[in-house]
């Protein structure tokens, strides 16, 4: 299937979990993420923040643990430039979040710390369908496929997903990023 077919079908679907779904896959996710994947060269770590209304997976779960636990690393989220399909990205601080038109919390306020994209260790990334390459399917605007063409080679794509990949996504395209790892609720891929 291509990217538009399959992200109306796996929005539909995503519609249709409940809370108490969204909420287990969701620990899952997080479970699997601190079992899996080395942190101990991560300085500044992307993470996305949920869209509640989207049924997307809930990150504030990953954050607490990485506070908890990892309080070495600077977590960095990011506000979308809709008229670039750009993002800028600013250190978190939970005190100072917006929702934007989308429904998106976005750093806001006047102490905002800005980060370059080349100073991001790891990414994790939001997604709706992946495939066995690593490929993925968003929102179709491109936001991550810019961002992470700006981040430096090494840096760690760490995709999240509530469903299983499928066998390939027909027209990847020349600005498709590829992930490393997607992580969904039962499985780690690795690419
Ligand atoms: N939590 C979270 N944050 C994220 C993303 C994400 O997938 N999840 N994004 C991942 O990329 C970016 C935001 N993606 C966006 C995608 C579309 C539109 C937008 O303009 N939507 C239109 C309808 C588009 C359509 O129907 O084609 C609208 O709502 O009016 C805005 C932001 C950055 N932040
Ligand atoms: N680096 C880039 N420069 C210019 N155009 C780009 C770039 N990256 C992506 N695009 C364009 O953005 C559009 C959306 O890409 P695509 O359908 O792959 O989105 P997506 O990966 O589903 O969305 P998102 O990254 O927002 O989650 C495509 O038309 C693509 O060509």
Redo the contacts with the bound molecule.
Sequence with gaps: MN?SSL?KYYLAKRKTLSPEEVKSKSEEIKDLFFQEINLESVEYLHIFLPIEKQNEIDTFLIIKELKRNYAKIKMVVSRIIPST?EMQHFLLDEENLTKNHWGILEPSGENLTEIQPNQIDLVII??LIFDQQGN???????????FL?QCRPETLKVGICLEEPIEQIEDV?K??VKMDFCISHSNFYKF
Excluded: A, C, S, T
């Design positions: 990217k992200r399909f939001p997604l993925r399917v968003g929102y179709g605007k491109g936001f991550y496929d810019r063409n395209n600005f498709d």
